[in-house]
């Protein structure tokens, strides 16, 4: 199948931030037209594995879905008369298909049959490439992990340094959150998205349209399926749209997984913390020439930022009046293709960033020592307590307060250097650390 370029195709003004990456091709105007000829070849071939229709003739409408000539700007246009672009379509696809052969274009099909089914290809085919950049944001975390399993680093909660712990475990961290999303998009992938074959309201009527006749309904919708590759449902699914819902809520839950690493990586990379860069060129400034802004994990974040918004509009869609839809149906399509866009550009864009990003272990240190001990309050408190008693706590933040841990009197009266000196030794206060890393590595590795 041969669809005609058109201006939808080409890259637009934002596209290099918002829609980078693999999907954005796999969700255009020509491959939603590769889809809908696609699932009108499927079509016509499980009319004949079903006995419903001859070889010859499947295989006469299959060969003009492989290269009929579409302009998707035409179908677009002439759609509006319809509601769809497939009445069109079809109209374009029996006029190529020779002799009474074009009689099997469609037969026993309603337009929504088509367009589901065709969104269902569309979002396979667009996983592809997702499911690959967040397998390998996923393995980048894991190498990070490993690799910093020991570097030390300030843990921050509310945005203010809070206690030790490792660049490896906050990796490890960014790694299960990775791997859960993907797991459960390729889950999504594998079982809910179904083929859709029910006729004009669900019955597969067409397909036993004599009285007495034997019911083909149910061999149409598997072989169907099973021409196309996806999950056989259980009936039609018209009206009922969890599918849809369960797709959109996984890409949401994947942009969700993406932005928190992200956006760690921002705040990682800001000048005054300093603890990490993205490597290569990109990243200037139009007028500040020493900038080198984390341009790819900002990226990342702009197009996450957008899937929550899409992902209500698509739930919100979900009630669909009796057995077709009057506007809910029609409400899918464009946040569909934009929320594949926008999580798979968020997908590619941290794999970018984490493919680059340069640790700088010196620097994570030295910031851990800019509170003179402060992080490790939690700890010199806990030492106290059996001399101290319930005063231990307040002792322990005025000293931190004045930045003077190490040389407090009331601290040092009841903790000898020695045993001060490794109580505040940010090294070995990071607890389960290294098993914690260990068990996040065993889970992805299943």
Same mark, same amino acid.
């Given at each position: 199948? @041969?669809?005609?370029?058109?201006?939808?195709?080409?890259?637009?003004?934002?596209?290099?931030?918002?829609?980078?990456?693999?999907?954005?091709?796999?969700?255009? +105007?020509? !491959?939603?037209?590769?889809?809908?000829? +696609?699932?009108?070849?499927? /079509?016509?071939?499980?009319?004949?594995?079903?006995?419903?229709?001859?070889?010859?003739?499947?295989?006469?409408?299959?060969? %003009?879905?492989?290269?009929?000539?579409?302009?998707?700007?035409?179908?677009?246009?002439?759609?509006?008369?319809?509601?769809?672009?497939?009445?069109?379509?079809?109209?374009?696809?029996?006029?190529?298909?020779?002799?009474?052969?074009? $009689?099997?274009?469609?037969?026993?099909?309603?337009?929504?049959?088509?367009?589901?089914? *065709?969104?269902?290809?569309?979002? =396979?085919?667009?996983?592809?490439?997702?499911?690959?950049?967040?397998?390998? &944001?996923?393995?980048?975390?894991?190498?990070?992990? @490993?690799?910093?399993?020991?570097?030390?680093?300030?843990?921050?909660?509310?945005?203010?340094?809070?206690?030790?712990?490792?660049?490896?475990?906050?990796?490890?961290?960014?790694?299960?959150?990775?791997?859960?999303?993907?797991?459960?998009?390729?889950?999504? @992938?594998?079982?809910?998205?179904? !083929?859709?074959?029910?006729?004009?309201?669900?019955? #597969? %009527?067409?397909?036993?349209? +004599?009285?007495?006749?034997?019911?083909?309904?149910? !061999?149409?919708?598997?072989?169907?399926?099973?021409?196309?590759?996806?999950?056989?449902?259980?009936?039609?699914?018209?009206?009922?749209?969890?599918?849809?819902?369960?797709? %959109?809520?996984? /890409?949401?839950?994947?942009?969700?997984?993406?932005? =928190?690493?992200?956006?760690?990586?921002?705040?990682?990379?800001?000048?005054?913390?300093?603890?990490?860069?993205?490597?290569?060129?990109?990243?200037?400034?139009?007028?500040?020439?020493? =900038?080198?802004?984390?341009?790819?994990?900002?990226?990342?974040? !702009?197009? %996450?930022?957008?899937?929550?918004?899409?992902?209500?509009?698509?739930?919100?869609?979900?009630?669909?009046?009796?057995?077709? *839809?009057?506007?809910?149906?029609?409400?899918?399509?464009?946040?569909?293709?934009?929320?594949?866009?926008?999580?798979?550009?968020?997908?590619?864009?941290?794999? &970018?960033?984490?493919?680059?990003?340069?640790?700088?272990?010196?620097?994570?240190?030295?910031?851990?020592?800019?509170?003179?001990?402060?992080?490790?309050?939690?700890?010199? *408190?806990?030492? #106290?307590?059996?001399?101290? $008693?319930? @005063?231990?706590?307040?002792?322990?933040?005025?000293?931190?307060?004045?930045?003077? #841990? &190490?040389?407090?009197?009331?601290?040092?009266?009841?903790?000898?250097?020695?045993?001060?000196?490794?109580?505040?030794?940010? &090294?070995?206060?990071?607890?389960?650390?290294?098993?914690?890393?260990?068990?996040?590595?065993?889970?992805?590795?299943?």
């Amino acid at each position: 199948m @041969r669809p005609s370029s058109s201006p939808s195709e080409h890259a637009g003004l934002f596209d290099g931030v918002l829609a980078a990456g693999g999907v954005r091709a796999e969700v255009g +105007d020509a !491959a939603w037209v590769r889809a809908l000829l +696609d699932a009108e070849a499927a /079509l016509a071939r499980a009319a004949a594995r079903a006995g419903l229709a001859s070889g010859a003739d499947a295989e006469a409408v299959a060969a %003009a879905c492989a290269v009929l000539v579409v302009d998707p700007g035409e179908l677009g246009a002439e759609a509006a008369a319809t509601g769809n672009p497939v009445v069109a379509l079809i109209t374009r696809l029996r006029a190529a298909v020779p002799g009474d052969a074009a $009689g099997l274009v469609h037969r026993g099909a309603t337009s929504q049959d088509i367009v589901d089914t *065709a969104a269902m290809l569309v979002a =396979k085919r667009a996983l592809e490439p997702l499911l690959a950049d967040l397998a390998a &944001a996923a393995g980048l975390t894991a190498a990070l992990a @490993r690799e910093h399993r020991h570097t030390l680093v300030a843990g921050r909660t509310l945005l203010q340094q809070a206690l030790p712990t490792t660049f490896g475990l906050i990796a490890a961290g960014w790694l299960t959150g990775l791997d859960t999303a993907r797991r459960r998009l390729a889950e999504v @992938r594998d079982h809910r998205l179904a !083929a859709q074959l029910g006729g004009a309201a669900g019955t #597969l %009527a067409a397909y036993a349209p +004599d009285p007495g006749a034997v019911d083909a309904g149910t !061999a149409m919708l598997a072989a169907y399926s099973a021409e196309l590759g996806l999950a056989e449902p259980e009936l039609p699914w018209h009206t009922e749209r969890t599918r849809i819902a369960d797709l %959109a809520a996984a /890409l949401g839950t994947a942009a969700g997984a993406i932005a =928190k690493v992200a956006r760690d990586l921002v705040l990682h990379a800001q000048t005054e913390v300093g603890e990490v860069t993205e490597g290569g060129d990109a990243g200037g400034s139009s007028t500040l020439p020493h =900038k080198h802004n984390p341009i790819r994990a900002i990226s990342a974040c !702009a197009a %996450a930022a957008q899937a929550p918004g899409l992902v209500a509009t698509l739930l919100s869609a979900m009630a669909h009046e009796h057995q077709r *839809a009057a506007g809910s149906w029609h409400a899918e399509w464009l946040p569909l293709r934009a929320l594949l866009t926008r999580t798979g550009s968020a997908a590619f864009q941290l794999r &970018a960033a984490l493919e680059g990003l340069r640790v700088d272990p010196g620097r994570m240190r030295a910031n851990l020592e800019l509170t003179h001990g402060a992080l490790l309050a939690e700890r010199v *408190a806990a030492a #106290l307590g059996p001399a101290l $008693g319930d @005063r231990a706590p307040a002792v322990v933040r005025a000293a931190a307060a004045r930045g003077d #841990l &190490a040389g407090d009197p009331e601290i040092t009266a009841h903790l000898e250097p020695a045993r001060l000196a490794a109580l505040l030794d940010p &090294a070995t206060y990071v607890g389960s650390a290294d098993a914690l890393i260990d068990r996040a590595l065993r889970a992805a590795a299943r």
